[in-house]
């Protein structure tokens, strides 16, 4: 597949997972939230100041201008997650879906040649196609995925599971990116291991366990 085919599908499939999360029935969000217990809100917030520095940065070098880069990660976050407690949360998603626009249009401003190439200034050891999938579908997918276990969204997290393992495998073959989600089944801490299946796919083996409770494995 085509680095901007991939692009293409990372998009959709980010839009799916955060139409089902938004959509799927779950416990009441609080009026209010904290920094350690984010609402749906919150997560929209957070992915879209990171779809903004992304479309911005990405805007920069398809131009041949200087970004400035995020070097204090845990600052970015706190801030993103202070200006969206001020908005509501239509128009958190509002701005979600505008900046996935954004980062989408700035994508297709490199040809096929140029996505293949690990020479851009991403910050990371990667071609700009794969830091794009990232940006566009990685990080959205670890939130969306996180949240629906959070809240026992449990149609969100197979089905946005299902849909995504393709692209997933081809990013990232170990399933590395899952990992921090053992705590939901093994406690906090927990050491999650790695092994493939031919029933539930290569996933660590606490999110194996819950495909298969659920019925589906």
Do not use: C
Request: charged share 25%; aromatic share 10%; proline share 5%.
């Amino acid at each position: 597949m085509q680095l901007k085919k991939r692009m293409a599908e990372a998009l959709t499939l980010t839009r799916q997972g955060l139409d089902r999360l938004a959509h799927e029935p779950g416990p009441r969000e609080p009026a209010t939230s904290t920094w350690d217990d984010w609402t749906l809100r919150d997560v929209w917030a957070h992915l879209g100041a990171w779809l903004e520095f992304a479309s911005v940065k990405v805007e920069a070098m398809a131009d041949g201008k200087p970004f400035e880069e995020v070097n204090d990660v845990e600052q970015f976050n706190r801030r993103a997650y202070e200006r969206g407690v001020t908005l509501s949360d239509s128009a958190a998603r509002r701005a979600l879906e505008e900046r996935l626009t954004a980062l989408g249009k700035a994508a297709s401003r490199f040809s096929e040649t140029d996505l293949d190439k690990a020479t851009w200034p991403t910050g990371f050891r990667m071609t700009l196609g794969r830091y794009l999938v990232m940006d566009a579908f990685v990080h959205p997918l670890q939130h969306i995925l996180y949240h629906a276990l959070k809240t026992s969204r449990d149609k969100t997290f197979l089905t946005t599971l299902e849909e995504a393992k393709t692209l997933l495998a081809w990013y990232d073959p170990a399933m590395d990116i899952l990992g921090s989600f053992g705590e939901f089944f093994q406690g906090e801490g927990a050491q999650v291991h790695f092994f493939g299946s031919v029933d539930t796919g290569p996933y660590p083996r606490p999110i194996q366990e819950r495909i298969r409770q659920l019925g589906h494995g």
